[in-house]
C-alpha cells in the first residue's frame, strides 16, 4: 500500500473516532442531583467567606461538586418556567439557586415563605465576585 492510501486509513480512523466521542458526550445524561450525594454540606456564610478570603483555593475546592447549602431564604423570584432562590442575611452577598425545571411538577411554591430557614442542593457553577453570589444550578428545594 502506498503512503498516501495509509494516510488516509488514520485520517477515517481519527475521524470516526471523533465522530463517535462527539456524539458519546453529545448524548450523555447529567448526573442525577436528586439522587446525589452532596460534596460538602454548608451555611451560606461559610462558602461565602470562603470565596470572599480565597477565592481561587475555594474554586478549586468547589468546582463541579455538589452542594447542600442551609440559610434563610431572602428572596424567590419566577422567571419563565424556573424560580431563583437568593439565600442569605446579607442583600450584598449570598447564595443564587436557580431551580432545575425537572423538579418544578413537584415544587410547592406556597410552602415556602422569605425568611424560612431552607435547604438547597445543586451543582456548584461559580462565584460572581462583583455581585458576592455563589451559583449553584439544577438546584432543588431538600425537605427537611
Do not use: C
Request: aromatic content about 10%; overall charge negative.
Amino acid at each position: 500500500m502506498s503512503k498516501k492510501g495509509w494516510v488516509l486509513i488514520v485520517l477515517a480512523v481519527v475521524v470516526i473516532t471523533s465522530v463517535i466521542v462527539g456524539i458519546t458526550m453529545y448524548n450523555k445524561p447529567h448526573e442525577d442531583i436528586l439522587a446525589a450525594k452532596p460534596d460538602y454540606v454548608l451555611a451560606v456564610d461559610e462558602i461565602v467567606k470562603d470565596f470572599q478570603s480565597q477565592p481561587d483555593s475555594a474554586q478549586a475546592k468547589y468546582g463541579h461538586t455538589i452542594l447542600l447549602i442551609n440559610g434563610p431564604l431572602q428572596e424567590i423570584s419566577k422567571t419563565g418556567n424556573s424560580y431563583t432562590f437568593f439565600l442569605g442575611d446579607d442583600p450584598m452577598s449570598g447564595v443564587q439557586a436557580l431551580m432545575d425545571s425537572s423538579f418544578m411538577a413537584n415544587f410547592e411554591h406556597d410552602k415556602i415563605s422569605e425568611g424560612q430557614n431552607l435547604k438547597i442542593k445543586g451543582q456548584f457553577t461559580g462565584f460572581d465576585d462583583l455581585f458576592g453570589t455563589v451559583q449553584i444550578n439544577r438546584a432543588l428545594v431538600v425537605e427537611e
